[in-house]
């Protein structure tokens, strides 16, 4: 191999990250610490909810029937159980008295109610077995979760003659919190060793696979921290955490995964470490920044929705990608330096090898994928003849896999949005056996009713005239009230079907359109179900905007093309089509629901597709920008586009897809949660990634960069002085080759390999044999 004759001088931001690289570290421990200290418990403090548009109708209805009619929105159900016996018998009836007294005495707890009291024939089961006891506690969530934690050891389990559970929202989101927290400790404890065991495989040097473990850990503490400052300012949703853990470990997996492969390639030269780190970063440390504000970019336009559950996971996700990037960008390349030749320490894999070959030995064939710099890359064989292949028959595999793609996206034709409930939990879960057993017993539509608040001055004859015209509405099953405070009332209107059926929400918006003489709002299930999705599709074409033109402009950025950045949106959208139907298939279907453990409520939650699609788009352009990239040096080096896409792929083939499968473990052990719309994001985002990687990487983006040729590559006049000028890119100090002379009509700026360092292959055997 050739010897590096002159190393380049380190740039500012090498001086900069490795100047002292002890303190560096040392000071990078003490923040730790202090984001350990701070971001502890921060699951206490995070809420369970944020579904609603705080801003909606139905959520200020909500608010002020609950200050002005406590008993109207109970939040805490008693299911009583008689056994064999009636819940009229008096036996029965005496210790429903008792349990609704204790109850009335407590503390944070109002408007209580039962079917004792009222004879309602809404809060007896029909076989005349279960009846309730209604409550409502008041506080926010947090001191909700204490009171309940308080009151229900004393209230659950056999009760003289009758047997209590404890249902209602509050025990639904209290359960789901903890259910949470134990599914993510749990999963962390399944991906750490396994993603360890894989990165061994991949690196063999057991010092260089505890590399990117440690950045990842320090970016979720870190984002931990930061959510726990949030939580003094803003609600964040307990939900984010899994996103934290899920990109913490992920990104920062890939980021110091290019990152330590790369330098391992420069010590190979017989590079000093300095010299090495510093083209490391100017190549690989360049496309991780990139790569990092690229998936900002797509969790970002989640705070365009009010919903805060939306909203939590652009905190975590940004935080945690922008951390993980710092941390594989700054102390990184210290515990490199200071490491040297000793990353490649410790090669757990040596017992199962012969003899080593001598140092700088190349196993590779002759001339076997050479590139822009004339040397000989190791490995990456395999997909460069599968870049051949789809390259030659590029009209089939591009249709094909178009087709493909298309046709596994079909079910989510058949979406049906819902709300969260109890049925996210499992079917052992306390509070969703008491919902199930009101679903299935109880008459009605429980919970499904909806309530319609009126406020101003009226009299007896104006509100039962506005009470018949309730009731006289086709999807009206029946009215009651009003019952009156001061200028308030509410009346109670039970829709036909299930509680957000298409029926249910057509009579949201006839009674929003009735007429009457005082103010109205409407709320309830429905009410909350129609909000939300009139506020997600508001804000969806300005969040569309926002990730489309931000990407098409870092993408023209880095590659100068007009072309390419339209193929990298279209195609990253495409990629998501199978986890989109999937989705529907498995989880709003109830397809694999037996096998996977969930109970499937018959809908999509309405945030769920926006969340899945801003976090797998982000890492689908996360492995487009590698890919890119390489095929970019490539092109800018020699011209000859064919081979920059072979290359590119070869060299990047299967970095990519061992980064994608190390994702995968992580999204699938969060998907192992018990909460269903966890499991649905980490098991549809690990679908996502790896039809990303091993089909859309490997056989899209080829196929379609053959068939627009030479043009993949053009820009109008004025953009291409707009790139000249601040466009971004990997290059080495020494000057261009070609300068003047490129295709393009560009300078042709110096490859990544321009200071004498090895080209990189994109096979596991590369990043294996690179010691």
């Known amino acids: 191999m050739t010897e590096v004759n002159s190393p380049p001088r380190p740039g500012g931001w090498t001086r900069f990250v490795t100047a002292r690289p002890r303190l560096t570290l040392l000071a990078a421990l003490v923040l730790t610490l202090l984001a350990v200290l701070a971001g502890g418990g921060v699951a206490d403090r995070l809420g369970s909810g944020g579904w609603e548009d705080p801003d909606a109708q139905s959520t200020y209805a909500t608010k002020a029937l609950e200050r002005e009619f406590p008993a109207s929105q109970p939040n805490l159900l008693l299911l009583v159980d008689s056994g064999t016996a009636s819940v009229d018998d008096p036996a029965v009836r ?23 009291d009222s004879r309602s024939p809404a809060l007896r089961a029909k076989d005349g077995h279960e009846a309730l006891i209604a409550a409502r506690i008041t506080g926010d969530e947090k001191t909700m979760g204490e009171t309940l934690d308080r009151v229900a050891p004393s209230f659950r389990g056999e009760r003289g003659p009758v047997r209590v559970r404890i249902g209602g929202i509050v025990a639904v989101r209290h359960e789901m919190q903890t259910t949470i927290q134990e599914d993510l400790t749990r999963a962390e404890m399944i991906a750490l060793p396994i993603t360890l065991v894989l990165l061994v495989m991949v690196f063999g040097s057991a010092i260089a696979a505890l590399l990117p473990l440690g950045i990842g850990i320090v970016a979720i503490l870190g984002t931990n921290a930061i959510l726990s400052g949030l939580t003094a300012f803003t609600d964040v949703s307990v939900f984010a955490m899994n996103l934290t853990t899920a990109l913490g470990l992920g990104l920062a997996i890939d980021y110091a995964l290019f990152i330590v492969r790369r330098f391992r390639e420069e010590l190979s030269t017989g590079a000093a470490p300095l010299t090495a780190i510093g083209t490391t970063l100017r190549t690989a440390g360049r496309t991780v920044l990139f790569s990092a504000l690229t998936v900002a970019v797509s969790l970002a336009a989640m705070l365009v929705f009010p919903q805060y559950f939306l909203r939590s996971f652009a905190y975590a996700g940004m935080a945690v990608v922008l951390l993980a990037a710092a941390a594989a960008l700054i102390l990184l390349p210290a515990a490199l330096v200071l490491l040297g030749d000793r990353v490649n320490a410790l090669d757990l894999r040596r017992a199962f090898r012969g003899k080593p070959k001598p140092s700088g030995a190349d196993d590779t064939a002759p001339d076997e994928g050479r590139g822009a710099s004339g040397r000989t890359t190791d490995g990456g064989t395999a997909w460069a003849r599968a870049a051949d ?24 034709l058949g979406v049906r949005f819902g709300t969260a409930d109890d049925r996210q939990l499992p079917s052992s879960a306390e509070s969703h056996i008491v919902q199930q057993h009101i679903r299935d017993g109880f008459p009605g539509s429980p919970g499904g009713g909806l309530e319609v608040l009126a406020e101003g001055k009226a009299t007896p004859a104006q509100y039962t005239a506005y009470k018949e015209r309730i009731a006289a509405l086709p999807e009206a099953v029946r009215v009651d009230g009003p019952l009156v405070n001061g200028d308030s009332a509410y009346f109670t209107v039970q829709p036909r079907g299930e509680a957000v059926d298409d029926e249910a929400q057509k009579l949201v918006k006839d009674l929003r359109a009735l007429k009457a003489p005082f103010d109205t709002k409407v709320t309830g299930t429905a009410a909350v179900l129609v909000d939300s999705k009139h506020a997600i599709g508001a804000q969806l074409p300005w969040a569309g905007a926002f990730v489309a033109v931000v990407t098409l402009l870092l993408v023209f950025l880095l590659t100068g093309s007009v072309l390419i950045p339209l193929q990298a949106v279209l195609l990253n959208a495409l990629s998501l089509t199978a986890m989109f139907g999937a989705v529907v298939w498995v989880f ?34 996360d492995y487009g920008v590698f890919l890119l990239s390489r095929i970019k040096e490539e092109y800018d080096a020699t011209g000859d586009h064919e081979h920059a896409v072979r290359l590119g792929l070869q060299r990047t083939g299967g970095l990519i897809t061992a980064a994608a499968v190390i994702l ?12 269903t719309n966890t499991k649905m994001l980490g098991l549809g985002i690990a679908l996502a990634v790896l039809m990303d990687a091993m089909v859309v990487r490997s056989l899209l983006v080829p196929a379609i960069m053959r ?4 043009a993949t590559w053009w820009a109008p006049a004025p953009l291409r002085r707009f790139h000249d000028r601040f466009g971004l890119g990997e290059g080495g100090d020494h000057p261009p080759r070609g300068a003047g ?9 110096a490859d990544e390999h321009g200071d004498g360092s090895p080209n990189a292959s994109g096979g596991l055997r590369e990043i294996q044999r690179t010691r």
């Open 94 to 116: 005496a210790e429903a008295a008792r349990l609704t007294a204790r109850l009335t005495a407590e503390k944070g707890i109002v408007g209580v109610g039962s079917y004792w």
């Open 707 to 710: 068939l627009t040729g030479r």
């Open 389 to 412: 292949l789809v390259m030659r028959r590029a009209p089939f595999f591009a249709l094909a896999t178009t087709a493909v793609l298309v046709l596994l996206g079909l079910p989510f």
């Open 588 to 621: 709003q279907d109830g397809h694999l629901s037996g096998l996977l453990g969930f109970t499937s409520p018959g809908s999509i939650e309405t945030t769920l597709p926006v969340l899945m699609f801003c976090v797998a788009f982000g890492l689908s352009m």
């Open 664 to 675: 995968a473990v992580v999204m699938v052990a969060i998907g192992t949660s018990r909460v």
């Open 741 to 749: 002379n490129h295709p393009t009509g560009h300078d042709v700026p």
